[in-house]
């Protein structure tokens, strides 16, 4: 097995441009964002790499828009949906041959399962779910910050031998790329010399469930609530406002331990980290982790009865209520006001 490259010998910055249904995932305009930082920074390329069935010209497009200056361009037909194997065996190759400084993958199932197994082939390390990454400004390292011990502190982690770095990011963190229209990339076709017998894993059928909720990484409106919500059933509520606001539902991690809401809808630094136009907390006191993973949204309403509770410091708009008399308020003058 090949041993990664020393710092003196990289170059350039990667992002892994995760495809969902054929469509670059949303993550990706976050990593370019954030790829373009650190490769100015750095005085490097900003590059992305692409796998996928067949050379899809619209996506280079997309990806030289938000940002790329080099596009990794690997088309198979073994390549047409994620398989651990498949996707790993290109990867592996590609770093040890172009040797990069930095490789950067969305924090979501599939940057999960592929990032650390190409970390194991190349001998680096890896930092799992980033929330900031910089460079430091003497050595020229990457620092990778985490949550760390449930969300109590906050780890800044270096690699400093041995490369690429490598970092998984959280959805959701980081701001994303502006997308350049006519901004143009080098294209770098490559041919994996794949084999069927290298996957171990074959695709039978692909079920798609419908849901009913908006991601909460991408929801404009979020209605949280929290232990002070008093029960489950405190959520339909929380629901009908939601629905009203074109928005969606989201939860403390209290009240998702206390089995009142499923995990998927935690907020936090031990959920999703969201950023949405408006976030309203409905019965949320606003613990440290909770506050790390929703203070990034552009308007805050807090509703407690709780006048001390910490998440009005954060909030941009505070009722000191009980939320079971303030949101049919809300809702009676929202029909009011639209009607």
């Known amino acids: ?31 370019l964002g954030e790829g373009r930082k650190l490769a100015d920074t ?15 010209s619209r996506l280079h497009s997309q990806l030289a828009g938000y940002g790329a ?52 082939r190349v001998n680096t390390g890896l930092t799992a779910d980033c929330t900031s990454l910089d460079i430091d400004p003497e050595t020229g390292n990457l620092r990778q910050t985490r949550p760390a011990f449930g969300g109590n502190l906050m780890a800044t982690i270096l690699c400093p031998v041995r490369r690429p770095q490598m970092s998984t990011v959280r959805p959701g963190v980081m701001d ?32 798609s469930e419908t849901l009913h909720q908006v991601s909460l990484s991408e929801a404009r409106v979020i209605v949280s609530g929290g232990l002070g919500l008093g029960g489950p059933e405190g959520y339909e509520l929380l629901k009908k406002l939601a629905g ?4 969606t539902i989201g939860a403390s991690r209290a009240a998702v331990d206390a089995g009142w ?33 929703m203070k990034g949204s552009k308007i805050i309403i807090a509703i407690n ?12 708009y505070g009722l000191v209520g009980d939320y079971k008399e303030v949101i049919p308020a809300i809702l009676e003058r929202l029909e009011r006001t639209i009607s």
Request: glycine share 8%; net charge negative; aromatic share 6%.
């Open 176 to 207: 994303k790329a502006v997308f350049l229209e006519g901004r143009s990339a080098e294209i770098i076709p490559i041919c994996p010399a794949l084999k069927e017998e290298q996957i171990r894993t074959q695709l039978i059928q692909a079920v």
């Open 69 to 120: 200056d080099r596009i990794y361009s690997a088309a198979h037909p073994l390549l047409a949906h994620y398989t651990t194997d498949g996707f790993a065996a290109v990867l592996t190759e590609l770093i040890l041959q172009e040797s990069p400084e930095i490789v950067l993958f969305g924090a979501t199932h599939v940057g999960r399962d592929l990032a650390p197994r190409i970390a194991a």
């Open 261 to 293: 809401i499923d995990p998927t809808r935690q907020v936090g630094q031990t959920g999703t980290t969201v950023k949405p136009d408006v976030y309203i907390a409905c019965g949320i006191s606003g613990a440290i982790q909770h506050l790390a993973g």
């Open 1 to 31: 097995m090949s041993v990664s490259q020393s710092a003196s010998s990289s170059q350039n910055v990667w992002v892994f441009a995760e495809l969902r249904d054929g469509v670059l995932a949303p993550v990706v305009m976050e990593l």
């Open 305 to 316: 009865t709780n006048r001390e509770a910490p998440i009005f410091e954060v909030a941009d």
């Open 244 to 247: 009203r606001l074109g928005g």
């Open 42 to 56: 750095l005085g490097h390329k900003l590059c992305a790499v692409l796998l996928t069935g067949s050379s899809d």
